[in-house]
């Protein structure tokens, strides 16, 4: 994805932040709750921390600019842009580039996906060191494997294979569900402490009090939202390669 289509996915996660704080509101015994922090999660993991950000805080601060908090809104770009960074940073795996990492292709074995070509191509190295070996005169030892240069799984035509020589997802790429659900708890903890700190500065440590179990409400939301979100990424990416 280069920079233009992450900052355009951007402005439109911004916008959908936006709508789904400002539009999708479920009613509650202590206000109501809204999907906006669900939604930055999922913006996080699905770009990256930096665009996660500017998403999480630009739609979120134009959502309580629109509903007249405007006092609100300072804090709200700092919290919320925070869930957005801590979101892409943990969730959003990072492509491996060509030189980095262990050896992933063998001959026939493209991206990793041919497990028989990468076998292969170390049971091409074995045979080649065993005649190496057969070919020593008697009374002399054959050189050890990590003798001279350093090489990898040979291809059909007798190339080496250098480490990393094709790109992959690095540890990490796919979160799992329990990375997911503790992602998304440390984010809604930043966002319900932000807020009580803010708050407790405005006004008091005991008027903070008065909205600290809707934000908690808020954030068990956000949570489910998220997980929902960022479980469905992987048929996300695989259409939007099916696009490129």
Known sequence: ????????????????????????????ALG????????????????????????????????????????????????????GLIAGLLLRGRTVKKGEGRPARAHGCKDGGDVRGLSAGYGRVAGERLGQAAAVPTGEEPLPPSAGKKTSPASAEGENIPDGATERRARGGRPGP????????????????????????????????????????????????????VSLLPKIRRAEKKEN
């Open 1 to 28: 994805m280069n920079r233009t289509m992450k900052l355009t996915l951007s402005g439109l996660s911004a916008a959908l932040i936006f709508a789904g704080t400002w539009f999708i509101r479920i009613p509650t």
């Open 32 to 83: 109501y709750i809204n999907a906006g922090d669900g939604l930055i999660i999922l913006a996080g993991a699905w770009l990256g921390g930096v665009p996660g950000l500017v998403a999480g805080a630009v739609g979120s601060a134009l959502a309580d600019l629109a509903a007249g908090y405007a006092v609100y809104v300072p804090a709200t770009a700092v919290i919320k842009g925070a869930m």
């Open 178 to 229: 329990v990375r997911i659900l503790l992602t998304a708890l440390l984010c809604e903890t930043v966002m319900t402490a932000g807020y009580f700190a803010f708050e407790s500065l405005i006004y008091s440590p005991a008027g903070a009090l008065g909205s600290l179990v809707p934000n908690i409400l808020q954030g068990a939301a956000g949570m489910a939202i998220g997980f929902a979100g």
